[in-house]
């Protein structure tokens, strides 16, 4: 693959172990899951398995991509190829949130132990506005393989929000806490979140797992948030990011990595 002239958010892609982790299905296995799940409930079974086949998929091409792009000489065709690659990530991160919100969370095989930095630039090259992301000051520690992807799932998803609703550049930074976790902030300066809002999403990211429901259909990213914290243990908290002038402008999400995660 060519080190010049690479994008950001694919030098991201090399840089995060946790990006290059296959995912087997094994043969049948759908369609068992399916079959065993009774009717009302198989809605579920249904999202799980168009999941595991989109992550089949979009692994699958990664070879072809990572060939192509290391034998193309042409700087405007590397850049398309580039844009496909980055496209093809992004595919990866719906396929696996929606195996979040179907319950199940892919546990993928051969992960690797990943610095917080790997999986904040990971995270980042998941998000359609990777150029608004600035990384700014990140301890030096790492992330156990086994909630590596997810942590940074949960950052795809805070990242996301935070960029489409900031018109400059969001920062992320990552502090150790005395107790041994480690505090990562990201930072916007956007429209904020209303004083309800804000009451409201951090009850629920506090609160237990609920089923899904029609609001979670029409806003997926903070329940996807939920589930993975849950599943590790990470608290996860919005505030309100105060301006210079003292008013409320742009958001801080909170999340607090546990120490048996690192």
């Not at 995060?16 to 369609?31: E, F, K, N």
């Not at 042409?74 to 980055?86: A, F, G, K, N, T």
């Not at 950052?155 to 505090?183: F, I, Q």
Request: charged letters at 20%.
């Amino acid at each position: 693959m060519p080190a010049q002239g690479a994008p950001a958010q694919h030098q991201a892609q090399a840089a995060a172990p946790a990006a290059q982790a296959r995912v087997q299905v094994p043969a049948g296995a759908h369609a068992a899951s399916f079959q065993a799940a009774p009717e009302h409930n198989a809605w579920p079974g249904v999202c799980e398995q168009f999941s595991q086949q989109l992550l089949l998929l979009t692994e699958q091409l990664r070879p072809a991509m990572d060939q192509l792009e290391s034998e193309e000489d042409d700087p405007d065709r590397l850049q398309l190829l580039y844009q496909v690659d980055h496209a093809v990530t992004r595919m990866r991160r719906a396929a696996r949130e929606m195996s979040v919100l179907a319950g199940s969370g892919t546990e993928e095989m051969g992960g690797h132990t990943a610095s917080l930095v790997d999986v904040v630039r990971l995270a980042e090259s998941s998000i359609e506005r990777y150029t608004q992301v600035v990384i700014g000051k990140v301890v030096q520690l790492a992330v156990v393989p086994y909630a590596a992807d997810d942590v940074a799932s949960l950052l795809v998803v805070l990242l996301d929000n935070a960029t489409r609703y900031s018109p400059s550049k969001v920062t992320v930074s990552a502090h150790l806490l005395d107790n041994g976790a480690v505090m990562m902030r990201i930072e916007d300066s956007g429209i904020g979140i209303d004083a309800d809002r804000l009451q409201a999403v951090n009850e629920m990211l506090a609160g237990p797992v609920l089923p899904m429901g029609p609001d979670t259909a029409r806003h997926t990213g903070f329940p996807i948030a939920h589930r993975l914290a849950r599943k590790h243990g990470v608290g996860v908290r919005l505030a309100c990011r105060p301006a210079a002038s003292g008013s409320s402008q742009g958001t801080v999400a909170m999340v607090v990595i546990p120490p048996a995660l690192l």
